[in-house]
């Protein structure tokens, strides 16, 4: 079983961090590829980036590349999205999802955690 449960959003000032959680309380998250996405106001889902079953990362928006790494804590079955350098441009409701493969396309996903919001004031 999966269910996802993102935490770690909140309001953060433009060029500091946050750290999202991605957890898990049923099957290892090691399972399964998971990616986070995310969606600000009056804008379709955006893929951001993707670690694979084999810990491969994929990026899907060009501008977080440099500021955001994805990780795993197989421990914790938990995977980890750190956000440095924020920019208002970031603000938008954070989801992680899990299927067996990286996808850009939200659509392909099966299991989705119910969201977290980052706001990044200028």
């Known amino acids: 079983q999966v269910q996802l449960v993102e935490s770690g959003g909140g309001l953060v000032q433009s060029g500091g961090s946050l750290r999202l959680a991605c957890a898990n309380s049923?099957?290892?998250?090691?399972?399964?590829?998971i990616g986070w996405f995310r969606q600000a106001p009056g804008k379709e889902r955006e893929g951001v980036l993707c670690?694979?079953?084999?810990?491969?990362?994929?990026y899907y928006t060009d501008s977080v590349k440099g500021r955001f790494t994805i990780s795993r804590d197989n421990a914790r079955n938990t995977v980890y999205l750190q956000m440095n350098s924020l920019k208002p441009e970031d603000t938008a409701v954070y989801y992680c999802?899990?299927?067996?493969?990286?996808?850009?396309?939200?659509?392909?996903?099966?299991?989705w955690g119910q969201g977290t919001q980052v706001t990044v004031s200028s």
């Open positions: 999802a899990a299927d067996n493969g990286c996808y850009r396309d939200y659509r392909r996903y099966d299991y």
């Open positions: 049923g099957f290892p998250l090691a399972y399964y590829a």
């Open positions: 670690i694979s079953r084999s810990d491969f990362t994929t």
